[in-house]
């Protein structure tokens, strides 16, 4: 059984930053590809950014590429998410997702590809 919690969400200018960060317990988490998903009110959950189990593989949704930023430490078994120049199109509740299973050295980005999910931690832009 493998569990996800998120944490650093929060209230934030239009502009600012965030960095969230989802702490991964159970099995081998370098195995695990990973990824980030949000949905705000009203809306369907989105995909936002994906990475290899080795960190070597990431990929971006269009609408943050070239302001937010995957990337994991193995060692401590905690995914991040780095986000800059927020937008309040960014406000939603941002999930952690995991998959254990087979498909460890590849980046997904369909929701439905993820085995385990987080809670899922708010983060709200202001204008």
């Known amino acids: 059984q493998v569990q996800l919690v998120e944490s650093g969400g929060g209230l934030v200018q239009a502009g600012g930053s965030l960095r969230l960060s989802c702490a991964a317990s159970g099995g081998t988490f370098s195995s695990y590809a990973m990824g980030w998903f949000r949905q705000a009110p009203g809306k369907e959950r989105q995909f936002v950014s994906a990475?290899?189990?080795?960190?070597?593989?990431?990929w971006h949704a269009d609408s943050v590429k070239g302001r937010f930023t995957i990337s994991r430490d193995n060692a401590k078994n905690t995914l991040y998410l780095q986000m800059n120049s927020l937008k309040p199109g960014d406000t939603a509740v941002y999930y952690c997702?995991?998959?254990?299973?087979?498909?460890?050295?590849?980046?997904?980005?369909?929701?439905?590809?993820?085995?385990?999910w987080g809670q899922g931690t708010q983060v709200t832009v202001s204008s």
């Open positions: 997702a995991a998959r254990i299973t087979s498909y460890g050295g590849r980046v997904l980005l369909n929701g439905r590809d993820y085995e385990y």
């Open positions: 990475i290899s189990g080795s960190g070597g593989r990431t």
